[in-house]
């Protein structure tokens, strides 16, 4: 499935163990994520992508996912740029927790997404 040009998957396709890159800001993390998400807030993605390429698979698709697909979608095709196995998370956290996938805040608590 394409979102525009960009290539997206729906969070009903992911599997347990996918990697998922959160780009959202700090707050919205702290309040609701995915756990085991690596979290590089979109602001800060350039100057930290050395944290993602330490952290994603080799071999692997990166899934990038923030709050509804708008920020994911630009991260998602900056790294397809790059030439990285990557795709924009369709709906984002929201359709993450509509689907009852589990949010989790700061401490590891049931979080909310913001």
Same mark, same amino acid.
């Given at each position: 499935?394409?979102?525009? @040009?960009?290539? !997206?998957?729906?969070? !009903?396709?992911? *599997?347990?163990?996918?990697?998922?890159?959160?780009? /959202?800001?700090?707050?919205?993390?702290?309040?609701?994520?995915?756990?085991? *998400?690596?979290? +590089?807030?979109?602001?800060?993605? $350039?100057? /930290?992508?050395?944290?993602? !390429?330490? &952290?994603?698979?080799?071999?692997?698709? +990166?899934?990038? +996912?923030? /709050?509804?697909?708008? /920020? @994911? %979608?630009?991260? !998602?095709?900056?790294? *397809?740029?790059?030439? +990285?196995?990557?795709?924009?998370?369709?709906?984002?956290?929201? %359709?993450?927790?509509? @689907?009852?996938?589990? $949010?989790?805040?700061?401490?590891?608590?049931?979080? &909310? $997404? $913001?």
């Amino acid at each position: 499935m394409a979102f525009g @040009s960009v290539p !997206t998957v729906d969070v !009903t396709e992911l *599997a347990d163990g996918d990697f998922l890159l959160d780009v /959202r800001e700090d707050a919205e993390w702290q309040a609701g994520h995915a756990e085991g *998400a690596l979290h +590089i807030p979109m602001s800060e993605f $350039v100057a /930290r992508y050395g944290e993602l !390429t330490d &952290a994603a698979p080799q071999d692997g698709r +990166i899934n990038v +996912i923030c /709050r509804s697909g708008g /920020r @994911s %979608a630009q991260v !998602t095709m900056y790294l *397809a740029q790059q030439g +990285i196995d990557a795709v924009n998370v369709a709906g984002g956290m929201e %359709a993450w927790a509509v @689907s009852g996938r589990p $949010v989790v805040d700061a401490e590891g608590q049931p979080g &909310a $997404v $913001v």
